[in-house]
């Protein structure tokens, strides 16, 4: 039977793909932005993820209600904005 290969931190493997802790910022200055921003996206994708299997229903929901609001707060502030400007 295989042995399940432990689940690598994504920011561990993003620092890796820099040079490591040493060769990470000399590396990182011959990068282009645009591979900087690859390289960290990597992370991120995994990240988000692992964070939403980690929460539990009632902490995403209450995450979601809070995002909602706050959409709709920025909505009525620029409704609010430009009704003042038509005075």
Same mark, same amino acid.
């Given at each position: !039977? &295989?042995?399940?290969?432990?689940? &690598?931190?994504?920011?561990?493997?993003?620092?890796?793909?820099?040079?490591?802790?040493?060769?990470?910022?000399?590396?990182? =200055? $011959?990068?282009?932005? *645009?591979? /900087?921003?690859? @390289? *960290?996206? !990597?992370?991120?994708? $995994?990240?988000?993820?692992?964070?939403? %299997?980690?929460?539990?229903?009632?902490?995403?929901?209450? @995450?979601? /209600? /809070?995002?909602?609001?706050?959409?709709? %707060? /920025? &909505?009525? =502030?620029?409704?609010?904005?430009?009704?003042?400007?038509?005075?």
């Amino acid at each position: !039977m &295989k042995e399940k290969k432990p689940k &690598k931190n994504p920011n561990a493997v993003a620092l890796g793909r820099l040079g490591g802790k040493k060769g990470g910022i000399a590396r990182a =200055a $011959v990068l282009s932005d *645009g591979e /900087k921003s690859k @390289i *960290g996206r !990597m992370g991120g994708k $995994v990240g988000g993820k692992a964070r939403a %299997a980690s929460l539990s229903p009632a902490r995403r929901t209450e @995450i979601a /209600k /809070k995002a909602a609001a706050a959409r709709v %707060a /920025k &909505k009525r =502030a620029a409704g609010a904005e430009q009704g003042a400007d038509r005075t």
